[in-house]
């Protein structure tokens, strides 16, 4: 019997999706080189598999956003030609990452100023962003730092996460449902944007959004809803619900273990 009812209440919820908007991460860039924010041959190879796992699934966008990160663009590209799908793809910067550069180059003194554990890690011969345990050991530290910072000299954590919540909103307000069907839209962004939706989405602590964050694949797709907003909603976000998360479908039917990664 609560099978039945549940499954009833879950049939009910479906005829009102009106918004599908699909969160993918940028395929993976060139980490390690002289300029990051490029695709590796590599992340061709993932943005490739993934459109042509949408175009043998069938499915379409009827719109594509992506940041002004070179890394969003290039895989919003080779998505859409691999996909078949003939939309104009559209920029918004409100899409791009937050800027890892200011944020190192400004923290990592701090950090190494007032931790000594942190200090041997950064001042060590061996770069800290080699291991993967190190690297997520200062990456918290970091993000920690930031949210807790005020008085930040460049684009704070609150602005950061403004913006992007700004646009989540926005376009689902833009969207065309007149005909009462469900408008699917996809955002080619980056890990940091994805994570603070999430977090907005499911009311995750700055801990837990990292823990989110860290998980995800390159290339991979996570999935919410936007469902028509009660009268009596006065929280936009609470339309908001996730489908699915760090969907890497196009990837593992490529049979390629080599091409699951998260740089």
């Known amino acids: 019997m609560e099978y039945h009812a549940c499954l009833l209440t879950f ?17 993976q860039a060139s980490f390690g080189a002289a300029n990051y924010d490029q695709l590796s041959s590599l992340g061709k190879q993932q943005a490739s598999a993934i459109g042509s796992y949408l175009l043998n699934c069938n499915q379409a966008f ?18 859409l030609e691999n996909a078949r799908l003939d939309l104009k793809m559209q920029l918004d910067t409100a899409l791009n990452e937050f800027d890892s550069e200011q944020l190192l180059t400004y923290y990592i003194p701090i950090l190494a100023n007032t931790n000594d554990e942190f200090q041997q890690l950064i001042n060590n011969e061996k770069p800290w962003h080699s291991s993967a345990t190190n690297f997520e050991k200062v990456f918290r530290a970091l993000i920690h730092l930031w949210h807790q910072d005020a008085d930040c000299p460049f684009e704070s954590w609150a602005d950061f996460k403004n913006r992007v919540l700004h646009f989540l909103k926005r ?58 907003k009660a009268p009596s909603d006065t929280d936009a976000l609470s339309q908001f619900r996730l489908s699915s998360f760090n969907n890497i479908s196009g990837l593992l039917t490529a049979n390629k273990p080599q091409w699951i990664t998260r740089k």
């Open 11 to 27: 049939n009910a919820l479906s005829g009102l999706f009106m918004i599908k908007i699909s969160l993918i991460r940028h395929a």
């Open 171 to 228: 376009i689902a307000k833009q969207a065309d449902v007149s005909q009462g069907q469900t408008e699917s839209i996809a955002l080619v962004t980056s890990g940091g944007v994805i994570g603070v939706i999430l977090q907005a989405i499911l009311d995750l602590t700055v801990e837990k959004l990292l823990d989110i964050n860290l998980m995800i694949y390159n290339a991979s797709v996570t999935e919410i809803y936007c469902l028509p």
């Open 62 to 79: 009827s719109q594509v956003y992506h940041g002004a990160m070179w890394r969003q663009r290039e895989t919003a590209e080779l998505i």
